[in-house]
Nanobody, 118 residues
Framework: EVQLVESGGGLVQPGGSLRLTCAASGFSFSSYDMSWIRQAPGKEVEQVAGINSAGDPTFFGNSVKGRFTASRDNAENTLYLQMNNLKTEDTAVYYC???????????RGQGTQVTVSS
């Protein structure tokens, strides 16, 4: 069974940084492209950043380019999202997901709340 468990969210001031972590289990993590997606209250799910199995970026959401970076440690079955220069509009629940995150076969975790506020 695929399991994805996110952690690292919290309250941060605008301009601050956070690093999210996703612990993966139950599948061959190193063989999968992975991604981060997010959903703000009242808004649709938005793709944030993707990374292929080798660790190369596959996509960035337009709103986070230059600020967010996805990375992974295949030896530890862990996915990361480094978020810098956070803005209030980055407030959302962040999920890690298999694939690009929005496909019918993609799986996502339970999410971690990120709140950017002064």
């Amino acid at each position: 069974e695929v399991q994805l468990v996110e952690s690292g969210g919290g309250l941060v001031q605008p301009g601050g940084s956070l690093r999210l972590t996703c612990a993966a289990s139950g599948f061959s993590f190193s063989s999968y492209d992975m991604s981060w997606i997010r959903q703000a209250p009242g808004k649709e799910v938005e793709q944030v950043a993707g990374i292929n199995s080798a660790g190369d970026p596959t996509f960035f959401g337009n709103s986070v380019k230059g600020r967010f970076t996805a990375s992974r440690d295949n030896a530890e079955n862990t996915l990361y999202l480094q978020m810098n220069n956070l803005k209030t509009e980055d407030t959302a629940v962040y999920y890690c997901a298999t694939g690009y995150g929005l496909g019918p076969g993609d799986t996502r975790g339970q999410g971690t709340q990120v709140t950017v506020s002064s």
